[in-house]
């Protein structure tokens, strides 16, 4: 999913380069909502391997 993210954050920095404004913001936002949701799995998962006793690392 973060390999989604930084597809979509590369196309919208590439949309801003060649001015394509509409394209740019859809794909930024797309990035940013899949960032988000990784993040929440990441802290999910790192607190289910601490309530096991598992180190997170």
Do not use: E, K, N, T
Not at 8 to 30: H, K
Request: aromatic share 14%; no cysteine; charged share 5%.
């Amino acid at each position: 999913m973060l390999r989604w993210a930084l597809i979509f954050f590369v196309l919208a920095l590439l949309a801003a380069l060649f001015g394509f404004g509409g394209v740019a913001g859809a794909a930024a936002g797309i990035a940013q909502i899949l960032f988000f949701v990784f993040l929440v799995l990441l802290v999910i998962a790192a607190i289910g391997h601490v309530a096991r006793g598992r180190s997170p690392i």
